[in-house]
């Protein structure tokens, strides 16, 4: 596709419950992160994976949370036992291996957990 | 700990005026210093970046000032339209990590 595509754009679950979050990088880009954006703050950095591994996965808020990426395209983020506090908007996105400070951005998916 | 900060939460503008957008960081070991606009319900959109041994880049419109020795990073759009409308974020990176450290944002409203 043109730009970073994920899905769903909006999820609504029970607190407890498991969800995924998917992302479709750029095509071509080796390098993907993972934001988190919570209403009233700034985006903070959750995961960063060069091809398949993470090199960076300090900003994962707990064990609950975890993400992987397979063939070095499509990745996905998972929470288990959701909370009200993980709602907030997920937002991806990719980059070139050589311009990681060029980032591109997805919609992100809108997490609600009631 | 790290991190980039605005002054001004808020920026409102009547159309034509230049807008100037202001952000204070403090981790001087970054290597690209960006700036990112974000319209609602959309993610955020690249819009200039500079490199840390420069202290200006023009692109269109937008100019982005660079001052190490107060740690401070300016926005300058020209000729502001309203479709400039959004909340911009400043963020900064060390491309040997990969990841963006934002700012908290400023709403920039432009009233016709």
């Known amino acids: 596709g043109a730009g970073v595509s994920q899905s769903p754009s909006n999820k609504v679950t029970e607190k407890g419950k498991d969800v995924e979050l998917r992302c479709d990088p750029i095509?071509?880009?080796?390098?993907l992160y993972w934001y988190r954006q919570s209403l009233g703050q700034g985006l903070e950095f959750l995961i960063y994976?060069?091809?398949?591994?993470?090199?960076?996965k300090s900003g994962l808020p707990s064990d609950r949370f975890s993400a992987e990426r397979t063939g070095g395209s499509v990745s996905t983020l998972t929470i288990q036992r959701t909370q009200q506090e993980d709602s907030a908007v997920y937002l991806c996105?990719?980059?070139?291996?050589?311009?990681?400070?060029?980032?591109?951005f997805g919609a992100g998916t809108r997490l609600s957990v009631l | 700990g790290e991190s980039v900060g605005l002054h001004l939460p808020t920026l409102s503008v009547q159309e034509g005026d230049n807008s100037i957008i202001n952000c204070a960081y403090s981790?001087?070991?970054?290597?690209?210093f960006i700036w990112y606009k974000q319209e609602s319900g959309k993610g955020p959109q690249f819009i200039i970046d500079?490199?840390?041994?420069?202290d200006k880049r023009q692109g269109q419109r937008v100019t982005v000032l660079l001052n190490k020795t107060v740690k401070h990073l300016s926005l300058q759009i020209a000729a502001t339209q309203p479709g400039d409308s959004a909340v911009y974020f400043c963020?900064?990176?060390?491309?040997?990590?990969?990841?963006?450290?934002f700012g908290q944002g400023t709403i920039l409203t432009v009233h016709p």
């Open positions: 996105a990719s980059s070139s291996r050589v311009a990681k400070n060029i980032q591109y």
């Open positions: 095509s071509g880009h080796t390098a």
């Open positions: 994976f060069q091809g398949n591994s993470a090199p960076d």
């Open positions: 981790n001087s070991a970054s290597d690209y």
């Open positions: 500079i490199r840390s041994n420069m």
């Open positions: 963020a900064e990176i060390r491309t040997s990590y990969g990841k963006l450290t």
